[in-house]
Every structure is written in structure tokens, then in C-alpha cells.
């Protein structure tokens, strides 16, 4: 089966980091996705890591481990804008979403 | 580049009635497309994959005679929900594959209402 788990609310200030963790066990494995949810809108890409390691693009850098089945999202210096939604999402011939995690940043 | 149209963003309708959303890419051919459904404060949740030409393969638990897909070229997706009741509204939103990049992009999302 397909299961991905990542927290369901997170709170931090404005101008902190924030980690998001995201666990999975699937059946497949291409790569795994971060996408950034506000509310009413479209999801929108953040990051994609297909190999082990640290991808950084300026404030957000997303981790993978393939055999711990691992992912997180950092956020740094945060921004009250950063309140969202956070998608981890599987890529195997098809891409399955977590249930997200809402950000909430307070200032 | 790789950009899906999806139309249109909103739609209000009256229960029994039915719905056409549309979900085209642009600039490249897209075989499979996908459909996902969102509810309020929920994640996405697929509901099918449409392929160009064939018929589409539903997630298990979405009714297929009611969420009718139709894939009839390499540029455009049809979702449309037949008999829609107030319980269907949701966000609505397509994705299609492509060789760019990394392989998806995701249309903007239609908004359902049932009245």
C-alpha cells in the first residue's frame, strides 16, 4: 500500500526555521516532491530530490534518505507569507500526496 | 515551458446537473493526465489517470459511471461530473506528464459548487 505521514499542523515565528518532516512507504520510488498549498490555489513546486542528500534553492532546502524513507523541508528566516499548506508527495507512475502539513507563522 | 491550462476556475451548478472541466496543455503533447480531488483543509486525492486514447484507471473508491473522463487527444482532458450533488463540491484540479523538468505540472484548479 501507499502510505506517506507528515504532521498535520506546525506553528513558528516570524524570521525562525522550521522543519517539516515527511515519512513514506510505497510501493514505487522515482522521487519525492515538496509543494507549498495556500489556501483556494493551486499547489506550487518547491523542490523534487531523487537522490540521497541536501537540495538548497535560497530559503527552502528539502532532505531525502531513500532507505530510512525519509524527507523533510527546511524553511529558514521565516516570513509571515510562508503560511501555507505543505505537500509531500511520492513519484512513482503516478504522484500520491500526503495529507500536508499547515504552517502557521506567527509574528 | 510545459504549461496546463485548466478551465474553468470556478463553477457554480445546481444539484442533477452536470459539469465539464477542462484540463489542456499548451506546449507539449500530454499522454496521461491526472485528476485529483480536493476537500476543505485535506490534501489532494487522486482520483484517476487519464490516458490519451484509452480508457482511464480510477483510484479505488471513485465511481467511474459519475466521474466520466474522456482523453480524446494528446493536448486535452475532460473531468465531467454527471448528477452533481452538494456532497461533489470541491477543488478540482488536473496534472499532466511531460518530459521536462521534473515530469509533472499541475493545471490552476477549478472550485465546485453544488447548489
Known amino acids: 500500500g501507499q502510505n506517506i505521514d507528515q504532521p498535520t499542523e506546525m506553528t513558528a515565528t516570524e524570521g525562525a526555521i522550521v522543519q517539516i518532516n515527511c515519512t513514506y512507504q510505497?510501493?514505487?520510488?522515482?522521487?519525492l516532491f515538496w509543494y507549498q498549498q495556500h489556501a483556494g490555489e493551486a499547489p506550487t513546486f518547491l523542490s523534487y530530490?531523487?537522490?540521497?542528500g541536501l537540495e538548497e534553492k535560497g530559503r527552502f532546502s528539502s532532505f531525502l534518505s531513500r532507505s530510512k524513507g525519509y524527507s523533510y523541508l527546511l524553511l529558514k528566516e521565516l516570513q509571515m507569507k510562508d503560511s501555507a499548506s505543505y505537500l509531500c508527495?511520492?513519484?512513482?507512475?503516478?504522484?500520491?500526496f500526503g495529507k500536508g502539513t499547515r504552517l502557521h507563522i506567527l509574528p | 515551458g510545459a504549461v496546463v491550462s485548466q478551465h474553468p476556475s470556478r463553477v457554480i451548478c445546481k444539484s442533477g446537473t452536470s459539469v465539464k472541466i477542462e484540463c489542456r496543455s499548451l506546449d507539449f503533447q500530454a499522454t496521461t493526465m491526472f485528476w485529483y480531488r480536493q476537500f476543505p483543509k485535506q490534501s489532494l486525492m487522486l482520483m484517476a489517470t487519464?490516458?490519451?486514447?484509452?480508457?482511464?484507471?480510477?483510484e479505488q473508491g471513485v465511481e467511474k459511471d459519475k466521474f466520466l473522463i474522456n482523453h480524446a487527444s494528446l493536448t486535452l482532458s475532460t473531468l465531467t461530473v454527471t448528477s452533481a450533488h452538494p456532497e461533489d463540491s470541491s477543488f478540482y484540479i488536473c496534472s499532466a506528464r511531460h518530459q521536462r523538468d521534473y515530469g509533472y505540472t499541475f493545471g490552476s484548479g477549478t472550485r465546485l459548487t453544488v447548489v
Open positions: 530530490n531523487v537522490l540521497d
Open positions: 510505497t510501493s514505487g520510488f522515482n522521487g
Open positions: 508527495a511520492v513519484r512513482d507512475d503516478k504522484i500520491i
Open positions: 487519464s490516458n490519451e486514447g484509452s480508457k482511464a484507471t480510477y
